[in-house]
C-alpha cells in the first residue's frame, strides 16, 4: 500500500525534524524600527495582568523583511513597553505575517498574536518606506531618509511576553488556565543606520494601534540583524483577568466571546 501521508510519522522521521530544526544557520533581515513615547494612560490600558507598565510609555513599531532561503517573509510588531517580575520587555499587540507557516508556529507555541498581513520594506538610495498593513489599511507607516552609520550595538538579548491560550469550546472562558510565555531572543547586527523620518499612524477598526499615539519619536533606525528565540512559561495567569484582553488577539471578538447554540457547531 501507498503510503498515507496524513499516517503517523516514525520515531526516526520526528528525531530527524527535530534535528534539522535545531541546526539552523543564521537567518538575517532587514528592518526598520521605530521606538516612540506615546500617552502612558493608553500604554497602561492595553496591558493585561501581572503585566505593569514601565516608567516611560514606550511603543515599538519593527517591520523586516526576513531571508529565508526560497521563502521570502514580512514580518512585524507593534508592541508596548511592559515590566513583569522586575524585568523589563515588550508586549506585543500585533503581529503581521505574509506566511502562514510564520503565523502558525508562534501563534501555537509560543502565545504570539500573530495574523495574516502585508509588511513591506522599500530602500531607492536614501529614502526608506515601510509598512504595515491588514485589510486594505496601512495602519502603520514609517518613511525617512537615512541620516547615516551608527556604531554596531553588541549582541544582546531581548525579552517579549506573550499569553498562551486556548478559547473553550463552548465559548465560555477557556479550556484551560492561560500561560504567560517569556520569550527571549538573542540579537546579533551586522549594520545599523539612523533615519530621520517620521511615524504614521492610521485608522483601523481590525489594529488599532493610533489609540497609542506618537508623542515624541525616540529611535528610527534600519538594520540587518539576526536572531534566535526560545521561550518559557513562567506562570498560570487568572482566567477572568485575561479576559477582558483576548479581543487583541481577534479581528471578530465574537468568535471566541459566543459561544455556538447547544447542538450546533460554528464554522469560522
Known sequence: MARVRYGARTEAEIAAARASSSKLPDIWST????????DPDAVAAVLPPP??????????????????????LGAGSVAVAALHDGRE????????????????????VFGEPKKLGEVGVERDGLVVRAVL?????????????VDGPLPLPEPAEKLDFYFKFLPAV???GFDADPVLVHCTRNEKF???????????????MYDPVADLPVRRVVELT?????????????ERVSAQALLPYIHQ?????????????EGSVRWS
Open 249 to 261: 488577539r481577534y479581528d471578530d471578538p465574537q468568535q471566541i466571546l459566543d459561544g455556538p447554540p
Open 190 to 204: 551586522r549594520r545599523l543606520e539612523k533615519i530621520t523620518g517620521d511615524v504614521v499612524l492610521r485608522e483601523s
Open 51 to 72: 503585566l505593569k507598565p514601565t516608567e516611560r510609555p514606550l511603543v515599538r513599531a519593527a517591520i523586516s523583511k526576513v531571508d529565508l532561503p526560497g521563502y521570502p
Open 170 to 172: 463552548d465559548g465560555q
Open 222 to 234: 534600519i538594520g540587518e540583524k539576526t536572531t534566535d528565540q526560545k521561550g518559557r512559561v513562567t
Open 31 to 38: 528592518g526598520v524600527v521605530a521606538v516612540w513615547e506615546s
Open 133 to 145: 498593513a491588514r485589510h486594505g489599511i496601512a495602519f502603520v507607516e514609517v518613511r525617512g531618509a
Open 89 to 108: 520587555g515588550w508586549y506585543p499587540l500585533v503581529m503581521p505575517m505574509t506566511h502562514e507557516r510564520a503565523l502558525i508556529g508562534g501563534r501555537e
